[in-house]
């Protein structure tokens, strides 16, 4: 139920407002214009002639950020009188992007603004541009954190984001000679006008030392944490405002800072640097996100983090629980949390720790909170994805949690037992602990046995867990696993990104209505055949391909031709599984059948690349380089460059990303069967029009039942025929020797054509197809390259194609990630919203 207004209908007109409008809130043109020249003055300190770019950009954040934080004292207000039912989202990344244009959208008043920065004669695009993005995560999983939060507010259910205020992000990618070269981001120096930081709010955080057991008067046991190490977690808070609603949410992230400033006592002896470096020890531990997909060592520093986190988290929501409504006891009623993947599961033992040491409460009354409060999402099956700590370094960082651990496994454990009697093999597999080997706490396991709820993100990847990795507990009690399947906000995916197909949509589904109801896109469905829509939706596509043509001119210089090229894109992390490889593949048989036959009459298609690897993953970065080399070879070939080009984008991020979602014709969802736990960008490809070509992997599978098969090119094994090849024993070898053109295709990369001659540098890449292709690029090559020639015939069919196209829109709906926040509040939380109007 939405008690709101339609934003942009009701947007302020410029009619002066019947009672005088106050400058930090007026929704007027004249008030904005005022706003932003009082924010110019007297926040940046400047006039406007000696304004730089950054001055203007901050002078329009502040003004936009005063309309918020009005309606975001009401929220507060509201939720903290009413005890509204609150979820609390832990999650160690958010993959922001930028704030500005998102926040004009959610407010209702990007024209007026616009408007009003015309008259001031701003150059509203370039203040747009000047904002960097707070990348504070990897890829999909803290973009969907992103998402969660917008249509948290959207749907109006009270929310809190915790998570770290990292001081560099998500390394900038640069390129050079082809490689990726990282760049440390330094998103803060220039100050963020987002974020209020609130000093007072800050917690202590533990580590290292040891514990003491005693029995208190009651004779109850007790136990005392002595640590050697505290930290100070201070809190900065974001304000998330909702689409059309009056409901800000907030987003508080912790930074770590030393308890005071100088150790006294150490100070006092004499050893002042040794007081100083006491200081630095405790800031780093927010101060760079990890890459994931980075081999484990050296990882302290990453628990360090999570617990970081989780502890300020939780000691602030037993803290507003103690404000508001209190007794401990109804902890979990007033709150759930919900665990982003694994990295926040030590939350389990940390909230049992603080209810029975700090708050003198018995085991079995803390276990009742805990498992009642908790719920925890998967995001991979990938076995080297599963988050497992060395007892050994728990022992010595958090020695309290340990030992909480322990007795939840010992009570787990025997419940096992008393339901298998004498199935010991079962015990060990479902152990907190995993015995193999050097000794380590399994994390997933102790999310799942410390949650009410276990949830995967898409329907194959939540069934693909019941089957594998969380098969015993599936069996042991099954109402507790769901699936609910990612979703991406139209807010910042169509609307901010694709401003003409939003104004095209808008004049058939109805004056904003489908953004915050994405089902209503399928009014399109009905135009799908009319030519005059089909030419205008052309229209619009050609001119965000010219959009990003232009950009990737003048960032990297490959010149694209929008009109007659199809835009093939991949963009995401750069992984095996994700098959960027298979991509290139097809790429280097376009161009051997385009050197065999100069005249092949073909669709002529730019392939387009974006995505970082992570620093330590050589396979992934040699593939960057495969690319671009490759990219180097085509683009210099005049024999074939009229037809295909190749170009990388540097440093794809938010920001990048919502340069490429709407230029796509072709959207590249290639990853083996059973690997991808959703994927999201097929989503938002998919909302801007482009048709996937994809595996029955992930979120595809449902993209594929939405939109109908006939408007989805599917190709490749599934899940189980995967399983049992593996199963079977797979030879990568036969296929090599079985098929010339593939044989040819790889013999080519190694031939030396793309290295100058050099035939070493990309031959562990083939060895690796070769001989054991962990992916199968081998076996789904075939099928692919068979699909890809389909595509470029109905490509040949404008009127064909782009019905298609009409359709993949007219049926996203479900992929809203407000239906995903729907799913989450009705069938896992048990949270209302509390509508906040404006
Ligand atoms: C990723 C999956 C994606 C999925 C996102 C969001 C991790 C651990 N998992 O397929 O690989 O879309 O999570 O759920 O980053």
Not at 74 to 92: D, E, G
Request: proline letters at 4%; aromatic letters at 10%.
């Amino acid at each position: 139920m939405n008690t709101a207004v339609a934003p942009e209908t009701e947007a302020p007109t410029e009619v002066p407002a019947a009672t005088p409008e106050h400058t930090r809130t007026g929704m007027s043109k004249a008030s904005l214009k005022q706003a932003y020249i009082d924010n110019l003055f007297y926040i940046q300190g400047r006039f406007r002639e000696v304004a730089t770019p950054h001055d203007l950009y901050m002078a329009a954040a502040f003004t936009v950020r005063d309309r918020m934080l009005d309606r975001w004292v009401k929220s507060a207000q509201v939720y903290k009188t009413s005890h509204a039912r609150t979820v609390c989202y832990l999650s160690a990344e958010y993959l922001l992007g930028p704030h500005l244009a998102n926040n004009l959208v959610n407010l209702g008043i990007s024209e007026v603004a616009r408007r009003a920065g015309e008259e001031l004669d701003l150059d509203f695009e370039a203040i747009l541009e000047e904002e960097e993005e707070p990348g504070l995560g990897n890829g999909g999983l803290g973009r969907l954190a992103a998402c969660y939060m917008d249509s948290l507010a959207t749907v109006q259910i009270p929310a809190i984001g915790y998570g770290i205020r990292y001081e560099f992000g998500i390394f900038d990618q640069d390129i050079q000679n082809g490689w990726q070269v990282e760049r440390s981001d330094t998103w803060l120096r220039n100050g963020n006008p987002w974020e209020i930081p609130r000093p007072k709010i800050s917690f202590p955080v533990r580590y290292g030392g040891h514990t003491e057991h005693s029995r208190d008067q009651a004779g109850r046991s007790r136990v005392r944490w002595v640590a050697d190490m505290v930290v100070s977690g201070v809190a900065f808070d974001t304000p998330v405002l909702g689409y059309g609603v009056g409901n800000v949410n907030l987003l508080r992230l912790w930074k770590a800072e030393a308890p005071e400033s100088f150790d006294f006592q150490v100070f006092n002896v004499g050893d002042y640097y040794g007081a100083v470096h006491a200081k630095i020890e405790a800031e780093t531990i927010s101060k760079v996100l990890y890459p994931n997909d980075e081999p484990e060592a050296g990882k302290e520093l990453r628990l360090k983090q999570q617990y970081f986190f989780v502890s300020c988290s939780i000691q602030d929501m037993i803290r507003l629980h103690l404000n508001t409504v209190g007794p401990l006891e109804t902890f979990h009623e007033k709150f759930v949390a919900q665990l982003n993947d694994t990295h926040p599961a030590i939350a389990v033992a940390e909230l049992m720790r603080l209810l029975m040491d700090d708050h003198a409460m018995p085991w079995d009354a803390a276990w009742d909170i805990t498992r009642n409060t908790f719920c925890y999402t998967n995001h991979t099956l990938l076995p080297e994805a599963l988050e497992t700590w060395s007892v050994a370094l728990f022992e010595r960082l958090l020695p309290r949690h340990l030992e909480i651990i322990y007795e939840i496994n010992r009570r787990f454990l025997d419940t096992v037992r008393v339901r298998y009697l004498g199935d010991e093999a079962r015990v060990a597999r479902m152990s907190l602990i995993d015995e193999t080997g050097g000794r380590r706490i399994r994390m997933a396991h102790l999310a799942v046995v410390g949650s009410r709820a276990v949830n995967g993100v898409a329907a194959l990847h939540s069934e693909l867990i019941k089957t594998t990795i969380l098969k015993d507990f599936y069996e042991m009690s099954p109402e507790r696993f769901h699936n609910v399947t990612n979703g991406v906000t139209p807010r910042r995916f169509i609307v901010v990104s694709n401003p003409r197909l939003a104004e095209l949509i808008t004049e058939f589904c109805g004056h904003d209505r489908w953004i915050r109801d994405l089902d209503c896109l399928r009014d399109l469905e009905e135009h799908a055949e009319d030519p005059a829509l089909q030419a205008r939706w052309r229209e619009v596509k050609t001119a965000a391909k010219q959009d990003l043509a232009l950009w990737l001119s003048q960032h990297g210089g490959v010149v694209l031709d929008p009109q007659t090229m199809m835009f093939d894109i991949q963009a995401k992390r750069m992984h095996e599984y994700k098959r960027q490889h298979l991509n290139v593949l097809h790429i280097i048989r376009v161009y051997q059948r385009l050197k065999q036959n100069p005249n092949l009459g073909m669709v002529p298609r730019a392939f387009i690349f974006g995505g970082k690897a992570a620093p330590g993953y050589y396979m992934a970065k040699l593939m960057i380089k495969l690319i671009n080399s490759v990219a180097e070879v085509i683009n210099n070939d005049p024999q074939v460059n009229g037809f295909i080009r190749v170009a990388f984008m540097a440093d794809f991020n938010v920001k990048n990303g919502q340069r490429l979602y709407p230029a796509a014709d072709l959207s590249e969802q290639i990853s083996l069967a059973g690997k991808e736990a959703s994927g999201t960008g097929n989503m938002k490809f998919s909302m801007n029009g482009a048709l996937t070509v994809g595996t029955l992997d992930g979120a595809n599978i449902e993209i594929r039942d939405e939109v109908g098969a006939e408007n989805f090119f599917l190709f490749g094994m599934t899940a189980e025929e995967v399983r049992r090849k593996q199963a079977e024993g797979y030879r990568p070898w036969d296929y090599y020797h079985g098929d010339d053109e593939l044989r040819s295709d790889i013999d080519l990369v190694t031939s030396g054509l793309f290295s100058h001659g050099d035939t070493n540098l990309f031959r562990p890449l083939a060895d690796h197809l070769i001989n054991q292709d962990p992916f199968m690029v081998l076996a789904d090559y075939r099928a692919y390259l068979n699909c890809q020639d389909r595509i470029s015939e109905v490509y040949d069919r404008p009127a064909e194609w782009d019905r298609m196209s009409i359709l993949n829109v007219a049926r996203m709906g479900k992929f809203s990630s407000d239906r995903s926040i729907r799913d989450y509040a009705e069938r896992i939380w048990g949270i209302e919203p509390k509508p906040i109007g404006i």
